[in-house]
Nanobody
Framework: QVQLVESGGGLVQAGGSLRLSCAAS????????TGWYRQSIEKQRDLVAV???????SYADSVKGRFTISRDNAKNTLYLQMNSLKPEDTAVYYC?????????????WGQGTQVTVSS
């Protein structure tokens, strides 16, 4: 069983920065694709950023140039550095990990951490 625990969310003013962390337990983490999703009120859960086990990254257009995803396999921890935050970044952010296609059935999810950006 894999458990993912996010931390680092909070309230920040527009233009500020936050760093989210996701600590993983279980042996899947180093072999998995991992990523961050976010969901705001009355919207679907959207992919923000993905990093593969080989270290390749991809980002949603809305966060390119502002967010950076990284992972430390030795610490079983995933990170999301968020800079130049905007009010529209306000959402619950979820960490995800999968041995296959991230977001597909079988994906492991964290409980989420709230990020609120004030204008």
């Amino acid at each position: 069983q894999v458990q993912l625990v996010e931390s680092g969310g909070g309230l920040v003013q527009a233009g500020g920065s936050l760093r989210l962390s996701c600590a993983a337990s279980g042996s899947i983490f180093s072999a998995a694709a991992t990523g961050w999703y976010r969901q705001s009120i009355e919207k679907q859960r959207d992919l923000v950023a993905v990093i593969t086990k080989g270290g390749s990254t991809s980002y949603a257009d809305s966060v390119k140039g502002r967010f950076t995803i990284s992972r430390d396999n030795a610490k079983n921890t995933l990170y999301l550095q968020m800079n130049s935050l905007k009010p529209e970044d306000t959402a619950v952010y979820y960490c995800a990990a999968s041995a296959g296609i991230i977001g597909a059935p079988g994906t492991y999810w964290g409980q989420g951490t709230q990020v609120t950006v004030s204008s």
